[in-house]
Structures are given as C-alpha cells and as structure tokens.
C-alpha cells in the first residue's frame, strides 16, 4: 500500500513561513511527479506546486509564485514545500499526491496517491 506522510503544518502569523514535508517510499519515490494541492474551508481543492519525477521542472499557481518552493529528496525520498510570506489566503489543508508520470501536471485525475493533510492556518 503506498502511503503518503505528510508534516509540518501549524499555525503562523501573516508574513510568517513555514516547510511542510511529505515522505513515501523509495519505489513510489522514484517513479513519480510530486506535487501539493490545498484545499481551504467552503473551496474546492486547487494545485498549489508540482515537481517533475528528475526534479528539473517545477510549476506553481499564480498565487503562490515567488512565495512558495518546492523540492524533492531522493535520499530521503521525500517532497518539501516551503512557504514564505505567508497571507491569511493561504490558510487550508495541504495534500502531498504522486502521479507516476515524468511531469507534474495540475489536474488533480492525475494523481494516484494521496497524503492525509496537514493544517496550515495563517493569521492577520
């Protein structure tokens, strides 16, 4: 069963950062695109970043861009989101999810794996 970790949500001022983690396994690792959507109260989830399965590429939603970084971890086998700036807008449940595609790709269909969630709430 492939199994999706995700940690380092919590709560922090506007203007803060924080770095979410999400690890899995070596084999789900190594065959997939990564990426991070959320999904804030009353909303419906959106893609928030992606990275390709060799690293090289990466993707952002508008929103976040210049904000936000994602990384991949071959060592650790682990995806990281770190996240500056914060706004109140940012405030939701954060999802790892791994598609076993080269690209990371923003449509949510393509992503087999999913992490439980982590909170980030964000304060004015």
């Known amino acids: 069963q492939v199994q999706l970790v995700e940690s380092g949500g919590g709560l922090v001022q506007s203007g803060g950062s924080l770095r979410l983690s999400c690890a899995t396994s070596?084999?789900?690792?190594?065959?997939?695109?990564m990426a991070w959507f959320r999904q804030a109260p009353r909303k419906e989830r959106e893609f928030v970043a992606g990275?390709?399965?060799?690293?090289?590429?990466?993707n952002y939603a508008d929103s976040v861009k210049g904000r936000f970084t994602i990384a991949r971890d071959g060592v650790k086998n682990a995806v990281y989101l770190q996240m500056n700036s914060l706004k109140p807008e940012d405030t939701a449940v954060y999802f790892c999810?791994?598609?076993?595609?080269?690209?990371?790709?923003?449509?949510?269909?393509?992503?087999?794996?999913w992490g439980q969630g982590t909170q980030v709430t964000v304060s004015s």
């Open positions: 990275i390709s399965r060799n690293g090289a590429t990466t």
């Open positions: 999810a791994a598609a076993s595609v080269p690209y990371a790709v923003q449509a949510q269909r393509a992503y087999e794996y």
């Open positions: 070596e084999r789900t690792f190594i065959r997939s695109a």
